[in-house]
């Protein structure tokens, strides 16, 4: 359960990241995914809880970290 509590916080926020190219359609999987994991993790302990943020912690700066590298070149000099 907590697994696919992270997948799903991992997926809807690739998706609000780029909410601004996102078709009304994918706007509403992503809000649907917001909504499904406010669901799985309503009732989760607090163990839980932690274990998917520290997960997506992890997650996340690498997340940064490429896209940085990729969408942000240094100047060329």
């Known amino acids: 359960m ?3 509590a992270l997948e ?7 998706m609000k990241d780029d909410w601004e190219e996102l078709t009304e359609g994918e706007k509403q999987v992503a809000r649907d ?23 997506f912690a992890v997650w996340y700066a690498e997340y940064i970290d490429v896209e940085t590298k990729i969408f942000i070149k240094p100047c060329e000099g």
């Open 33 to 55: 995914r917001e909504a499904e994991y406010e669901k799985l993790t309503h009732k989760m302990s607090e163990s839980d809880l932690k274990w998917i943020e520290d997960g």
């Open 2 to 4: 907590k697994e696919k």
């Open 8 to 14: 799903l916080k991992k997926e809807f926020t690739r």
